[in-house]
T-cell receptor, first 114, second 111 residues
Framework: DAGVTQSPTHLIKTRGQQVTLRCSPK?????VSWYQQALGQGPQFIFQ???????QRGNFPDRFSGHQFPNYSSELNVNALLLGDSALYLC?????????????FGQGTRLTVV | DQQVKQNSPSLSVQEGRISILNCDYT??????FLWYKKYPAEGPTFLIS?????DKNEDGRFTVFLNKSAKHLSLHIVPSQPGDSAVYFC??????????FGQGTRLTINP
């Protein structure tokens, strides 16, 4: 049973560019959340997708957008990249909207903006 | 505004002894708390959780204690094993909404 898979694992982009990160949830899970983890910090919630709609959003600018597909996979898009966007981006999946069930995380995508 | 804080960036414990990781929170509306463990190059994995209606939850070597009046929770690992060396994050949620994480504590178990 495949868990949460994310691609790519590493990415280097130039300031001002756009990036797309991808996530496939654990089998049986229909809800995907994205987190940003800066160096030395805990993960920070970006947004959550359920039934192809954004359901919750954290304190991130509109440059961060997402999408969920009918097969429950998800993309995170970041426009106009800043140096401060360099971080580990984590995807988590759950069965349903609540976090009182165990959330499964992917291994993350390490984004470096130069 | 850091609603969940782990004030110890690192902790070193001898194998076989007890490891105690601490976490403080400020939002009294949090009703569910979780601990995650993270190895390098891997995503966080769920370890143990506790509802705000309880003060203790146990799972094998891992026990989580919740003190609501002090807004404090702790994770006890007994006995500590080398494989427990990892970064531990506490997280909290309100009404099953987004997870709010602490900064993490790096635990090192020495042989």
């Amino acid at each position: 049973d495949a868990g949460v898979t994310q691609s790519p694992t590493h990415l280097i982009k130039t300031r001002g560019q756009q990036v797309t990160l991808r996530c496939s949830p654990k089998s049986g899970h229909d809800t995907v959340s994205w987190y940003q983890q800066a160096l030395g910090q805990g993960p920070q919630f970006i947004f959550q997708y359920y039934e192809e709609e954004e359901r919750q959003r954290g304190n991130f600018p509109d440059r961060f957008s997402g999408h969920q597909f009918p097969n429950y996979s998800s993309e995170l898009n970041v426009n106009a990249l800043l140096l401060g966007d360099s971080a580990l981006y984590l995807c988590a999946s759950t069965a349903g909207l609540g976090f009182d069930t165990e959330a499964f995380f992917g291994q993350g995508t390490r984004l470096t903006v130069v | 505004d850091q609603q969940v804080k782990q004030n110890s960036p690192s902790l070193s414990v001898q194998e076989g002894r007890i490891s105690i990781l601490n976490c403080d929170y400020t939002n009294s509306m949090f009703d569910y708390f979780l601990w995650y463990k993270k190895y390098p190059a891997e995503g966080p994995t769920f370890l143990i959780s506790i509802s705000s209606i309880k003060d203790k939850n146990e799972d094998g070597r891992f026990t989580v204690f919740l003190n609501k009046s002090a807004k404090h929770l702790s994770l006890h690992i007994v006995p500590s094993q080398p494989g427990d060396s990892a970064v531990y994050f506490c997280a909290a949620t309100q009404g099953a909404q987004k997870l709010v994480f602490g900064q993490g504590t790096r635990l090192t178990i020495n042989p």
